[in-house]
């Protein structure tokens, strides 16, 4: 049921003084802040600028506001980095989680990032969304955390000169170490936490791992943007424009072990390998080119694909808020536990899945899955399998080696 959102002053206090834990400034409705008494838990983040302003929505055009939803908490991460650079506007305008779903933005940076965190949050108060009712920043995930309905996790660090994949998983697991117990912590106990930053399948599992509170089903790895790219070369090559193609799954690591399912995508609603017969094309041409498209477009444009990562975020979140069309699937690396594919438990995993539309999912069960598709599956399986023993101290696991030194790097071009 929407009601309408109301900021009520009450006794010259906003809403801030609702919550019972953490020491925060409150403004009074026309005067200088004053302070509220000192509590207990971790303080929640303070709002930034014009955001700590007090509102009443029955003041606002009823016309806008009468079917708002309750105010959704939506953390990000690496909020000043290039793809929230994109993705921070998206959400504000109403475009990912509906025209009338209310938003309150809780941005994490790093220490470096501080003042341009304060420009994004700038930019955010310039911009007069409607629907972004609170903005707050900062570099403690405890506080930014807070109550979050959502986390995305896209901040990371890059790889330093002569890094391999196995130094980022380990520099960059001991971030998603931190982040996993501070939602843990910090966050609504029924959490979506998508993770974007590299290696993602595998920071998302440190993650989760590091959350026992939150379910293990809410924690997400991004495979979208994989996804998008193969529709869009699925299109290319059947000369059917991209809103055809469906059923385009994307199983495995997101890294060039991944695997684009061309054996279940339908073009039109007809199996893709029936309208392009061209078997050769989609072992040998397909896959890579899916895989190496970061690579191709930096080659162009000298800049990493982070519009379209954005906006592969947004498809990624939206295939949870809205029901999936029947017949059709989106991917996302979950939980391997209990899929019907004998993929080995205990791992991040990108599946093809399908939602009623309530932020929870459930794997398709009815994906045909040929020796040559479950070959590739295998080993992009075995792949996870290897970073998740590379990460073992990070996990809680005994005695894990990491027999990734030395291997053939398998990161997506273009990405960290
Ligand atoms: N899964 C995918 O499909 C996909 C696609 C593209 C990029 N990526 C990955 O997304 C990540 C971000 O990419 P980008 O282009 O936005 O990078 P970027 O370097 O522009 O931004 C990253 C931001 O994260 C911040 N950061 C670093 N450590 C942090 C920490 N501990 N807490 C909070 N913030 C922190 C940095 O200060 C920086 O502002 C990279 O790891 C990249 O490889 C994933």
Not at 185 to 195: F, G, H, I, M
Request: net charge neutral; proline share 6%; with cysteine.
């Amino acid at each position: 049921m929407a009601f309408v959102m109301q900021k009520r002053i009450d006794a010259g206090l906003s809403r801030k003084t609702a919550r019972p834990q953490g020491r925060v400034v409150v403004a009074p409705v026309c005067s200088a802040a004053v302070e509220a008494p000192p509590a207990p838990a971790a303080k929640p983040a303070q709002s930034y600028g014009v955001f700590r302003l007090s509102y009443d929505t029955q003041n606002e055009d009823p016309s806008l506001t009468r079917t708002w939803k309750k105010t959704i908490k939506v953390a990000v991460t690496g909020a000043s980095g290039n793809i929230a650079n994109h993705l921070l506007f998206m959400l504000a305008s109403g475009e990912v989680y509906g025209k009338d779903q209310p938003i309150a933005l809780q941005l994490l940076g790093s220490e470096r990032s501080k003042e341009a965190l304060e420009g994004v949050a700038m930019e955010l108060e310039d911009s007069l969304y409607p629907l972004l009712r609170e903005v707050s920043i900062g570099t403690d995930p405890y506080e930014i955390f807070g109550d979050a309905d959502w986390a995305l996790m896209i901040g990371a660090k890059p790889r330093g000169p002569g890094m391999e994949r196995a130094d980022l998983l380990q520099q960059n697991g001991e971030i998603f170490q931190v982040q996993g117990r501070a939602l843990n912590e910090s966050a609504s106990r029924n959490c979506k936490v998508l993770v974007v930053g590299n290696p993602c399948n595998t920071n998302a599992l440190i993650a989760m791992e590091n959350a026992p509170n939150i379910p293990r089903k809410n924690f997400h790895a991004l495979t979208r943007l994989d996804e998008n790219r193969a529709k869009c070369q699925l299109a290319l090559k059947s000369g059917k424009f991209y809103t055809s193609v469906s059923r385009m799954a994307i199983w495995g690591n997101h890294s060039t072990t991944q695997v684009p399912d061309y054996i279940n995508a339908r073009i039109g609603g007809v199996p893709a390998t029936d309208l392009i017969r061209d078997m050769k094309y989609f072992r040998e041409e397909f896959t890579p080119k899916v895989a190496l498209r970061g690579g191709a477009l930096i080659k162009k444009w000298g800049r990493s694909s982070a519009a379209s990562t954005a906006v592969s975020v947004a498809d990624a979140i939206r295939s949870l808020v809205v029901p999936t069309a029947p017949g059709d699937c989106f991917s996302t690396g979950v939980i391997s536990d209990g899929n019907p594919y004998g993929v080995r438990e205990g791992l991040i995993f990108s599946f093809p899945c399908r939602s009623k539309g309530d932020g929870d999912y459930e794997i398709c069960d009815d994906f045909l899955v040929d020796e040559w598709l479950r070959a590739k599956i295998r080993a992009s399986e075995d792949e996870l399998q290897k970073e998740k023993e590379c990460v073992s101290h990070l996990i809680g696991m005994m005695g894990g080696s990491c027999a990734l030194r030395g291997a053939a790097d398998t990161t997506v071009p273009g990405e960290n």
